[in-house]
């Protein structure tokens, strides 16, 4: 099983839909949690992170469930401009601090 | 603002020769890191350092090696170029380890023929 695992992509949706991804993570002792967003062929950029309150930036909103292992991203809205690669990354403190990216969800958003 | 910069931004190397990824930060970040990317596997961490003299081994070292001098410079090593070395390879530095947003560089993508 791998230590992060995200939905199967891709997601095909129209501009205006609200679209949701979901990661899963497997080490229980996880200590930080983001959303990246990484664009066709560019470097993953901070999208958000992640907190045990939940958090909302504009139409994305970020949710942490520790007891389930679980985040998820609400992208509410789409653009066209949010078409791109979502990254759950995970990190944590045993056996050495490690940060965990997951192989991303990709998102076509289409007028 | 640089951020994080690499070089270069395309490389073809043939099987067995080496070479040397460059990075360099102008944050002051005391850690780096590199990872490869390869399609459906997401990044995967090859070193990372801590500081200036210090560096580790991360998930995928084998066939790599780095060193830190100084604050603001990472560079990786590849020193016999295999076809499974055919990536695209980013490297990151950050303010701390794991709970600050890390800055990628804009990535190397490496062919090995």
């Known amino acids: 099983r791998k230590e992060v695992e995200q939905d199967p992509g891709p997601f095909n949706v129209p501009e205006g839909a609200t679209v949701a991804f979901n990661c899963t993570y497997s080490?229980?002792?996880?200590?930080?949690f983001f959303w990246y967003r990484q664009d066709c062929r560019k470097e993953p950029k901070l999208l958000m992170s992640?907190?045990?309150s939940g958090n909302e930036d504009g139409r994305f909103t970020a949710q942490l469930n520790r007891a389930s292992q679980y985040i998820s991203l609400l992208i509410r809205d789409s653009k066209l401009s949010d078409s791109a690669t979502y990254l759950c990354v995970v990190t944590g403190n045993t056996g050495g601090f490690k940060t965990i990216f997951g192989a991303g969800t990709r998102l076509f958003v289409k007028a | 603002n640089a951020g994080v910069t690499q070089t270069p931004k395309f490389q073809v190397l043939k099987t067995g020769q080496s070479m040397t990824l460059q990075c360099a930060q102008d944050m002051n970040h005391e850690y780096m890191s590199w990872y490869r990317q390869d399609p459906g596997m997401g990044l995967r961490l090859i070193h990372y350092s801590v500081g200036a003299g210090i560096t580790d081994q991360g998930e995928v070292p084998n066939g790599y090696n780095v060193s830190r001098s100084t604050t603001e410079d990472f560079p990786l090593r590849l020193l016999s170029a295999a076809p499974s070395q055919t990536s695209v390879y980013f490297c990151?530095?950050?303010?701390?380890?794991?709970?600050?947003?890390?800055?990628f560089g804009q990535g190397t993508r490496l062919t090995v023929v």
């Open positions: 992640v907190y045990s």
């Open positions: 080490n229980s002792a996880s200590q930080s």
């Open positions: 990151a530095s950050s303010y701390s380890r794991g709970n600050t947003e890390a800055f």
